[in-house]
């Protein structure tokens, strides 16, 4: 199957054969998928045939995918190679959740010194592959992200249906703050705490700020040019609430520093 996965090609009868992979991170997105239970499994049963998954290791590789979903960041060299090969082999592909879609809290030690935190963890390596980390998109080519640390399931099952009959998912394009006042939360930002959901990409039904906890943009920044303003005027506010240095730790969590930073 070489098209797009498109509207075009709804009424294909054939159903896609489907790959699941699985990078370094902490499974917590492939957990989310399983946590769906009898409505991922009867999904995946109606709309695919398995071609691999990462947790049945005895299913033999093929040679061609129609859809892939990858979870997790590149920290190995064995991980880039398996992405390379897995992406030559799919003609879609999906990156599931947000240390695929931005690197998440690996990201951590593109801003440390990473040499010496290796020596301290890996005394006896020598030359540990090391690199920085980041989106799976600077190695490959990512057809459709659902972010997020971890997914929403019932995002990714809407995602994971859609695809499959070739329809473009419709993922959420409003900020957090959005979910967070239909939900009635009160504003933190009005109360003088941090909150980044405004130029967040919400569609995780504000999860943290229903339990009034600040968010701190594990969906990325809203790929809108028109928040442009908005960020830059956000910026001001916080660094001014709470320094640019606290403020560029709260970046640096989930991997968005470096989106941030390019749009002020
Ligand atoms: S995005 Fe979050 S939950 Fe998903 S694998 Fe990475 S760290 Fe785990
Ligand atoms: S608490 Fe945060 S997400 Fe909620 S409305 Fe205020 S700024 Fe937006
Ligand atoms: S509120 Fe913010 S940090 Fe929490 S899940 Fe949503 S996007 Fe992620």
New binding site residues.
Partial sequence: MKKSRTKKNRSKPKKPVVAFLSLSGCEGCSFAMLDLGGEFFNALVHHYKLGEHHFLEEMKEKSHYDICFVDGSCLTKENVKVLKEMRKKSDFMVAVGSCAALGVVPVIKNFVNKKQKAKYVYPNLREPFNPDIHPISRYVKVDLVIPGCPIDNKEFLKVFTDVAQGITPALSHR???YE??TNG??????KGEP????V?QGGCN?VC?NSRY??RGCRGLIQDPAYDDAIKTLNKKLEKMIGKRALHHIFQIYGIQEDWLNRL
């Fill in positions: 900020p957090v703050c967070c006042q939360n009160p504003c933190l930002l009005q909150c980044l959901g405004p967040i504000a700020l600040y968010c």
